[in-house]
């Protein structure tokens, strides 16, 4: 989970002890003082807005379910997640629920996203521009909607789907076996 932080000293130029502290004078406006800055402080605050009135955080779930979203939208993937995956969200989707979340793993940083990504891809589609296409989905889903840089985005395709194997599965199950 990553946290963005403002303290209401940021929004009035002051950060560090001096600007947080309730000691009397410290923060008079005629002190002549400069406020200490904390590099600490500093390195892990992250804007959280234009007036840095609060704290941001974002989990890692709504990461995962952007990129999951994103992903979906791209041409010749046919599902996300391996095997055991899959047949989870059949039975999800059987009682209404869905797994957007289903095949994308994220780690997520103060200030970047890494995200792995398993798939099924249909067939005829070319492997490497279905990785490229959804690749570029998730980067540009995650940077414009989270505001936070992907560093990196893997792909692992562990199927490719031939759709004459769901026709024949449908043919098996409304044909008799025996006459």
Request: charged content about 20%; glycine content about 10%; cysteine-free.
């Amino acid at each position: 989970m990553t946290t963005q932080t403002h303290t209401p000293a940021d929004v009035h130029g002051q950060t560090g002890p001096a600007a947080t502290s309730k000691a009397p004078g410290l923060n008079n406006p005629a002190r002549k003082t400069p406020a200490l800055k904390s590099s600490a402080l500093e390195s892990s605050a992250q804007p959280a807005g234009h007036d840095g009135r609060g704290a941001t955080t974002v989990a890692d779930g709504v990461v995962a379910k952007i990129a999951g979203i994103a992903i979906q939208e791209i041409e010749g993937v046919h599902a996300l997640g391996g095997g055991a995956a899959r047949a989870l969200g059949t039975l999800r989707e059987k009682v209404g629920q869905k797994d957007l979340t289903q095949g994308v793993s994220v780690e997520v940083g103060q200030t970047q996203v890494a995200v792995d990504i398993t798939l099924v891809v249909e067939y005829p589609h070319p492997l490497q521009q279905v990785a490229d296409n959804a690749r570029d989905a998730v980067y540009t889903a995650i940077e414009d909607l989270v505001g936070m840089e992907v560093t990196e985005v893997n792909i692992t395709i562990t199927d490719i789907h031939v759709p004459s194997d769901d026709e024949d599965a449908e043919d098996a199950r409304t044909e008799p076996r025996v006459a």
